[in-house]
T-cell receptor, first 115, second 116 residues
């Protein structure tokens, strides 16, 4: 089984719908991240969380919200999806404290299409 | 703010040929540097990383990268490309010790195509 699991892997939805992408990890890492990948733009940070009580906006947080339900779970929500949120979304984790090198461990991605 | 530039959007090489993918970063000090690879339909896998010490780092799948402080570069190389290396490659920079900046910044990626 994957250490970082994202669900759903693929989702097609309509404009205005609420969508939740879920991420769970078995790596025991404190830090979790949501990135968005668009062709030609690389990966851009949406939100990140250093522990259950610490959530921070990334560079493109508008239109998104997150919930850190537990150390192992970090969900990304689109309250009212719009077509330009069509993208590949990645969840990632990293270690904290003395082992913190910034290295990220990625899930396999969730492809979202908003019609 | 940290930033990463990958000047080549798309590169095509013949199988068996050598490969160099370019990466330039902008940061006030020497950051941590990473190369990730994304195969079609897959997540991102770490190829190699540089934190300090020897400026030539070895990674998985026969890849290596050289950190050049004077050029703010961290180019990825492979002496002989295999068809299975066709993928998208991302350079990333991080500074986990820096206040207010604690997530990796990625370049826009270079897509590698391998011709038989």
């Amino acid at each position: 089984d994957a250490d970082v699991t994202q669900t759903p892997r693929n989702r097609i939805t309509k404009t205005g719908k609420r969508i939740m992408l879920e991420c769970s990890q078995t790596k025991g890492h404190d830090r979790m991240y949501w990135y968005r990948q668009d062709p030609g733009l690389g990966l851009r940070l949406i939100y990140y969380s250093f522990d259950v009580k610490d959530i921070n906006k990334g560079e493109i947080s508008d239109g998104y919200s997150v919930s850190r339900q537990a150390q192992a779970k970090f969900s990304l929500s689109l309250e009212s999806a719009i077509p330009n949120q069509t993208a590949l979304y990645f969840c990632a984790t990293s270690e904290a404290g003395g082992s913190d090198t910034g290295e990220l461990f990625f899930g396999e991605g969730s492809r979202l299409t908003v019609l | 703010a940290q930033s990463v530039t990958q000047p080549d959007i798309h590169i095509t090489v013949s199988e068996g040929a050598s490969l160099e993918l370019r990466c330039n970063y902008s940061y006030g000090a020497t950051p941590y540097l990473f190369w990730y690879v994304q195969s079609p339909g897959q997540g991102l896998q770490l190829l190699l990383k540089y934190f300090s010490g020897d400026t030539l780092v070895q990674g998985i799948k026969g890849f290596e990268a050289e950190f050049k402080r004077s050029q703010s570069s961290f180019n990825l190389r492979k002496p002989s490309v295999h068809w299975s290396d066709a993928a998208e490659y991302f350079c990333a920079v991080g500074a986990p010790w820096a206040p207010g900046r604690r997530a990796l910044t990625f370049g826009s990626g270079t897509r590698l195509q391998v011709q038989p």
